[in-house]
């Protein structure tokens, strides 16, 4: 039990296009998701908490309106990176349930 | 205060040894404390986790110590196989249900064969 996928598992955009990753809850109901960004040999910081129905909580010196994220239903929170650069290069994961138990597979997006 | 130490930042250890790795943290706050593996390019896994109540906790070939007035917690990796080779964060919870979490810095562990 609680598995969360996470999709996709790599991404490659051009500079200025916006991307979706897309987080899902297969067999439970979460109505608190988090995204993380991990850069290469770091660790992973977190970027928002995803409340379902309501709008997001992002850390501080987290962009709102460059990282979008909408949880529009019990099992589903997706992540768009607008009009995305190079720097937004990165390793996005999702994680939810309680305890720490699971987390995505990850998102390694490219932006060139 | 939100920070998370972990040291050392790499580990290198023979097949058969004890891997350790240690952490600390100064918020009194969190009250629950993961460890997680992860292998290049996947999300993190939880390893083993222990609350401040508890001194010790084993699961297999993982142990966490616990030390609350110290702040100070760590992981041992008994019988080490170049399998557990994987950079391992421990990391604290700073709300009642274990899911908004801040993480230490990792350490790199290689278990030579």
């Known amino acids: 039990g609680a598995v969360v996928s996470q999709h996709p598992s790599w991404v490659i955009c051009k500079s200025g296009t916006s991307v979706k990753i897309e987080c899902r809850s297969l067999d439970f109901q979460a109505t608190t998701m988090f995204w993380y960004r991990q850069f290469p040999k770091q660790s992973l910081m977190l970027m928002a908490t995803s409340n379902e129905g309501s709008k997001a909580t992002y850390e501080q010196g987290v962009e709102k309106d460059k990282f979008l994220i909408n949880h529009a239903s019990l099992t589903l929170s997706t992540l768009t990176v607008t009009s995305a650069h190079p720097e937004d290069s990165s390793f996005y994961i999702c994680?939810?349930?309680?305890?720490?138990?699971?987390f995505g597979s990850g998102t390694r997006l490219t932006v060139v | 205060q939100q920070q998370v130490k972990q040291s050392p930042q790499s580990l290198i250890v023979q097949k058969g040894g004890i891997s350790i790795i240690n952490c600390a943290y100064e918020n009194t706050a969190f009250d629950y404390f993961p460890w997680y593996q992860q292998f290049p390019g996947k999300g993190p896994a939880l390893l083993i986790a222990?609350?401040?109540?508890?001194s010790e906790k084993k699961e297999g070939r993982f142990t966490i110590s616990f030390n609350k007035s110290a702040k100070q917690f760590s992981l041992h990796i008994m019988d080490s196989q170049p399998g557990d080779s994987a950079t391992y964060f421990c990391a604290a919870s700073r709300d009642n249900y274990g899911q908004n979490f801040v993480f230490g810095p990792g350490t790199r562990l290689s278990v030579l064969p």
């Open positions: 222990i609350r401040p109540d508890v």
């Open positions: 994680s939810a349930g309680s305890y720490g138990y699971t």
